[in-house]
Nanobody, 131 residues
Framework: QVQLVESGGGSVQVGGSLRLSCVPS????????MGWFRRAPGKEREAVAA????????YYADSVKGRFTISQDNAKNMVYLQMNSLKPEDTAMYYC????????????????????????WGQGTKVTVSS
């Protein structure tokens, strides 16, 4: 059973940086889509970024482009989300998600923001940005 474990959340001031990490226990990256999502208080969960573990293609929400960077370390079997120039509106619970072998894409279709295609989710790590 694949389990996703996130870490790296915390409290920072505006303009600060954090790096989130996600490791899938019980699985080694192959041809997957790994994504980061977030849910701010009182809001719907939204897509933040994703990376193809097969070819390294990356995808970003407009709200984080130029500030956040998603990356993978195949040697450590980890995915990272480097978050720079943080803003108060980045405050949220951040979740790592996986579409293992792109099975979800074949079943549900859609692009990287389609949450239904991600069959595995972590418990979340909290990020708080204060002014």
């Amino acid at each position: 059973q694949v389990q996703l474990v996130e870490s790296g959340g915390g409290s920072v001031q505006v303009g600060g940086s954090l790096r989130l990490s996600c490791v899938p226990s019980g699985y080694t990256f192959s041809r997957d889509l790994m994504g980061w999502f977030r849910r701010a208080p009182g809001k719907e969960r939204e897509a933040v970024a994703a990376i193809s573990t097969e070819d390294g293609s990356t995808y970003y929400a407009d709200s984080v482009k130029g500030r956040f960077t998603i990356s993978q370390d195949n040697a450590k079997n980890m995915v990272y989300l480097q978050m720079n120039s943080l803003k108060p509106e980045d405050t949220a619970m951040y979740y790592c998600a996986a579409d293992i072998e792109n099975i979800g894409r074949r079943i549900y279709g859609g692009g990287w923001t389609n949450q239904r295609r991600y069959g595995y989710w972590g418990q979340g790590t909290k990020v708080t940005v204060s002014s």
